[in-house]
């Protein structure tokens, strides 16, 4: 099955920078998407982008699926983006296979 | 509020024994799923029902049993409960198959003592 690699596996930002987080994967997908996981355990959805670029406020996704390859961008980050990230992934008929998540800490 | 629902929220239980974990989700999704997520974060499916039947049935042991009776609900049943089932079970939903946006229920942390 398909394989998700996500990187780094923990992130230590300061309040305001930007931060790029990298999901790469080992096969053609047919569905990305990005998930966070609060410090409270609840797993939200950020983006669903098998393909191309969405932005939703300070967060912004790109999915280059010819290079097998996603990334999360996080702009001004606040102490509130703390958490687990998680990328997962489809390829063919079968369900989301997710990475082990990027730890983020966003320190004031 | 629209959302994915689970009951109850933890789950404290001796070894040997029987449990069940109740979700239901009100938007209309058509498929759901368990995932297991263990103590180092890492999200496994268990199972993923379209529709009321049975469509992905991962490698868990058949102490685990889901049910569906309805679209709208998929609960799961735990036997003779093990040290190792400890950890916190996500129910989850989407629109149609695999290939629409996940949501997720806020979890059960099940811990087995």
């Given amino acids: 099955g398909i394989q998700v690699e996500q990187s780094p596996p923990d992130l230590i930002l300061q309040e305001g920078a930007n931060s790029t987080l990298r999901c790469n994967f080992s096969d053609s997908v047919n569905n990305l998407q990005w998930f966070h996981q609060n410090p409270w355990g609840q797993l939200i959805n950020l983006f669903y982008i098998p393909s191309g670029t969405k932005q939703n406020g300070r967060l912004s996704a790109t999915t280059v699926a010819t290079e097998r390859y996603s990334s999360l961008y996080i702009s001004s980050s606040q102490t509130t983006d703390s958490g687990v990230y998680f990328c997962a992934a489809v390829s063919g008929n079968t369900p989301l296979v997710f990475g082990k998540g990027t730890r983020l800490s966003v320190i004031a | ?113």
């Fill in chain 2, 1 to 113: 509020d629209t959302a994915v629902s689970q009951t109850p929220k933890y789950l404290v239980t001796q070894m040997g024994n029987d449990k069940s974990i109740k979700c239901e989700q009100n938007l209309g999704h058509d498929t759901m799923y368990w995932y297991k997520q263990d103590s180092k974060k890492f999200l496994k499916i268990m199972f993923s029902y379209n529709n009321k039947e049975l469509i992905i049935n991962e490698t868990v042991p058949n102490r685990f049993s889901p049910k569906s009776p309805d679209k709208a609900h998929l609960n799961l049943h735990i036997n003779s409960l093990e040290l190792g089932d400890s950890a916190v079970y996500f129910c989850a939903s989407s629109r149609f198959s695999y290939n629409s946006p996940l949501h997720f229920g806020n979890g059960t942390r099940l811990t087995v003592t």
